[in-house]
Nanobody, 129 residues
Framework: QLQLVESGGGLVQPGGSLTLSCAAS????????IGWFRQAPGKEREGVSC????????YYADSVQGRFTITRDNAKNTVYLQMNSLKPEDTAVYYC??????????????????????WGQGTQVTVSS
């Protein structure tokens, strides 16, 4: 059974850091583009960062460029999102998603979203003093 499980969310003060993890199972994740998305109450879903299957290509939304870093460890079937200099506007539920069995670019993955329906359950990130 295909699964994506996010972890690492929590409450952090402005300026702080968190690292999110997305653990994949049930499919060959090393062949999939994977992305992090977020949704705050009353706002549309936003593609935060995406990474190609080989980890070479990455995409970042303008709102997180220079503060967030996406990496992956295919040996562990895990994608990470290191978030630094967090701001209150980063508060949202963060989801990871995988494009399974389809070729896509990191840009398309993050801007348009995955064409498949493989999503994790989400992890809450709250940035507040």
């Amino acid at each position: 059974q295909l699964q994506l499980v996010e972890s690492g969310g929590g409450l952090v003060q402005p300026g702080g850091s968190l690292t999110l993890s997305c653990a994949a199972s049930g499919f060959e994740s090393e062949y999939s583009t994977i992305g992090w998305f977020r949704q705050a109450p009353g706002k549309e879903r936003e593609g935060v960062s995406c990474i190609s299957s080989d980890g070479i290509h990455t995409y970042y939304a303008d709102s997180v460029q220079g503060r967030f870093t996406i990496t992956r460890d295919n040996a562990k079937n895990t994608v990470y999102l290191q978030m630094n200099s967090l701001k209150p506007e980063d508060t949202a539920v963060y989801y990871c998603a995988a494009e399974v069995g389809r070729i896509t670019t990191v840009h398309a993955m993050c801007i348009v979203g995955p064409r498949g329906d493989y999503w994790g359950q989400g992890t809450q990130v709250t940035v507040s003093s």
